[in-house]
């Protein structure tokens, strides 16, 4: 897992992220790249400039239909049940 410093805002909640990690090893984010906002738990993708946009409909079928995705989706809303692991809300 690698992390780095990026400073990108949420479209959906306008959380504002200051660093992005990767599960990838030493993968670098890129265009088109799905995140998962830690906020609001709502999918976003990465521009050009690393800017964070909501996905289009295309990206949204495969985000909704990928069962990595899906997984990571279900373990965010069990972290927001779980005392300890919500964030400061």
Same mark, same amino acid.
């Given at each position: 897992m690698s992390t780095r410093n990026l400073i990108s805002k949420c479209p959906w909640c306008s959380y504002e992220h200051d =660093?992005? &990690? &990767?599960? /990838?090893g030493d993968h %670098? @984010?890129? %265009?088109g790249d799905a995140? /998962?906002?830690? #906020?609001?738990g709502r999918w976003c993708c990465f521009t !050009? #400039?690393? !800017?964070? =946009?909501k996905p289009d409909q295309v990206e !949204? /079928?495969?985000l909704a239909s990928d069962s990595d995705c899906r997984e990571l989706a279900r373990l965010w809303r069990v972290s927001q049940?779980? @005392?300890?692991l919500r964030r400061g809300k």
């Open positions: =660093r992005v &990690s &990767s599960l /990838m %670098e @984010p890129k %265009e995140t /998962m906002c830690i #906020d609001c !050009a #400039d690393l !800017a964070l =946009r !949204a /079928m495969w049940n779980t @005392p300890g």
